[in-house]
């Protein structure tokens, strides 16, 4: 029976006995964390053969530079090559970064703030530039836009991606600089972008002329099921089809197909933004770690053996999907508490609680011992103004510690939900 | 006999003798390069045991961080008491980089530009200002406030550091924002900073709130020789002393000790600033690789452990130093062309032609295919006042050719020499 179809008397029946099975899970002193997109100690396992792959007399790359010494601005050419298939775009286009495709996204609208980018004044003394950020969508995105000052302006996400309709009008502002985009099992619905939406992207006529889409395909690869997965058209093509290809700045990294703490990032780019990024990185650094990149290219080999590697992924990912899941199905679906995204990939599910209960779910989450991610965190400035939805990150922890994080976190729901009914 | 006192008879006889030499270089077809600080295979063999030190079973530091995932935003506790101990600061004023201080570097300049320091408004909007170049230096130094529009102001290096009286009246403009100093061996020259220069740069009062000491002691261990070592006061430690330590940024790195293409960079500040850059780090980086941290932190052990893997260094550089001091004595100095410099230590020796003779025989040395940096590119815009410095970098070249490379470098100096006198 739906909640709220339930009278009073029924709700504080329902509470009450939510409430012991709460206070159970408060006498366990337990210590759970659901809130992070990391990788767990099993999925770090399947790249251990990166730490035998180099060694001195092996460390020189296929043109015979030594990856030992100085040199190589933009990454070696076998690291290039895998991220160009990925990308599916020439060897010329590609940037290899350090471990962070995070650093390379903050580097560039570092440059844009404080230098311009396309002989345009620094956005800094351009007036009150904008940011356009699907929601919900990455904070760490977000973030990166607010640091500088940049206003951020939320667009919804829907199942085909970003309100198109919205973004077409809000590029009419030379004031708007750009968009922050995950193409791909986004983070945290786990949407993909439609053709229509690629489509429309790569057809923007912003009015400023050092407008940029930030394109991070950060869950590239990064599919959970055989027989369903998203496909989704290339904006990079699409760009070049339509002579668009100056807006877009193309991120992927190997953060959860390797190891997150070393592993290799990558930037695709049009001639012209190559030319951009290398006219600053060319004071910036003496060039990124080669000696990670040469293990990195020996041990993932090509887009086919990425597949491999990633099916195993796929494998301890599942299981951990399938739990929360469940649960919603069983414990929180009959009772109308909240909706589930079923993504076929990526790091996340969005639940979404009845309006204004999210924050009241994490709080309860929290007390006894499980740490979501704060509610709100997902849109700019933390700021759901249904404070309804909370990212669940399930990747993490042991399948049974998650399996309890997710019973903790099904009654949390429900009881914040039969607050909000009960004070209506 | 000095060339000076030569008739012209004299010197065109010379010269006809020099020529011949030369054209006997030039058939020979040679590639030398003596232009970069990079040190040579030899050197980055002894540090190799780096490739064996960390796997999967033991990727956890000693606070059980496990370095392949995410984590970890200023260092590994290891890394950062092995810099600690080299800075001779808390391990709390000690963030960790990747594998390029200049990189720290830069995000620093960056970070003042963009969003300003101390509360002040952003260097981009303060108007023109200005930095303090002491030159000959380095000319990535200069390139970066050069990149940002800054202007880099020359002041004159001595044997004791900069020129500390023009630097205590140039600081007294508000829009002098900082200054480049290399304290030990220094780039290009060798020399180290006096006390009294340490001292005055600890008391300095700058009329700039956000005014910085951009202080790269990169050659801080790299001493050439066991019974002559330069000692340089701890300019961090002068400062606190002085509660001006909000003005030092104090950068590091083993570029230069282990592999330089994937070593490990460290920035040593105050509370204060170490603040100001995790205000900056957090929304920019997931954090340096750690397991290359890790690698480093089993490698070097301690300063102890440090000091044995330096001297393995100065065994290979020794030599190559000695054969330019020994060219320049055996066939410049008899004949007064130019004068040198006697490092203890670094990684370069400068090279002072006559007047009006630095471009002419880097052109000539060139052309009989040895490479050498660029005349002039040691001070800002490269424009050397007296068109007489050269550094040179004798560390990368096998000892046979880089004995062969500094004749040839001999004999241009002395034909570009001998034409300036000719025209006079």
Request: proline fraction near 6%; include cysteine; charged fraction near 25%.
């Amino acid at each position: 029976m739906l909640y709220s179809e339930m009278s009073k008397e029924q709700l504080l029946g329902e509470k009450e006995q939510l409430l012991k099975k709460y206070d159970e899970y408060k006498a366990l002193n337990l210590n759970l964390n659901m809130s992070r997109g990391k990788p767990s100690k099993e999925q770090l396992d399947i790249s251990n053969e990166l730490f035998h792959l180099v060694d001195a007399d092996n460390a020189v790359t296929q043109d015979g530079t030594e990856c030992r010494n100085y040199g190589g601005l933009v990454g070696i050419p076998e690291m290039k090559k895998i991220f160009a298939d990925l990308f599916g775009c020439p060897v010329e286009n590609v940037i290899i970064g350090e471990n962070s495709s995070l650093h390379m996204m903050f580097d560039i609208i570092a440059q844009a703030v404080s230098r311009g980018l396309d002989g345009e004044k620094p956005w800094l003394v351009q007036g009150k530039v904008k940011f356009l950020c699907p929601c919900p969508g990455y904070d760490r995105h977000f973030a990166i836009t607010e640091y500088f000052g940049i206003e951020n302006i939320p667009v919804p996400m829907t199942e085909n991606g970003p309100d198109m309709d919205m973004v077409e009008e809000l590029v009419k502002d030379p004031l708007v600089k750009g968009i922050w985009c995950v193409p791909k099992y986004s983070n945290p619905d786990g949407y993909s972008y439609s053709d229509e939406t690629i489509i429309r992207l790569a057809s923007l006529q912003p009015a400023a002329n050092d407008f940029r889409i930030m394109y991070d395909n950060a869950y590239a690869v990064h599919h959970l099921y055989e027989d369903r997965q998203d496909d989704v058209l290339c904006l990079f093509q699409e760009c070049i089809k339509r002579g668009t290809e100056k807006m877009i700045l193309y991120f992927m990294s190997t953060s959860k197909i390797t190891h997150p703490g070393s592993g290799v990032s990558a930037l695709c780019a049009s001639d012209h933004n190559i030319d951009l990024m290398k006219q600053r990185m060319q004071y910036q650094t003496i060039g990124p770690d080669k000696v990670n990149q040469l293990r990195h290219a020996r041990f993932l080999k090509d887009s086919e053996n990425i597949k491999k590697i990633m099916k195993k992924h796929a494998e301890i990912m599942r299981p951990k999907f399938q739990a929360v899941i469940d649960e919603y199905e069983n414990e929180l679906k009959p009772y109308g508490v909240g909706t589930i995204t079923y993504p076929n990939g990526g790091y996340f599910i969005s639940f979404y609680a009845p309006e204004g209960c999210a924050k009241r779910t994490v709080e309860l989450c929290k007390q006894v011992g499980l740490v979501t991610t704060p509610a709100g965190s997902a849109y700019p400035y933390g700021k759901d103004p249904k404070d309804s939805h909370i990212r669940i990150a399930p990747s993490f922890p042991p399948l049974d510690e998650l399996k309890q994080a997710v019973k903790i976190f099904s009654v949390s729901a429900k009881i914040a939900t039969i607050e909000k009914l009960l004070q209506k």
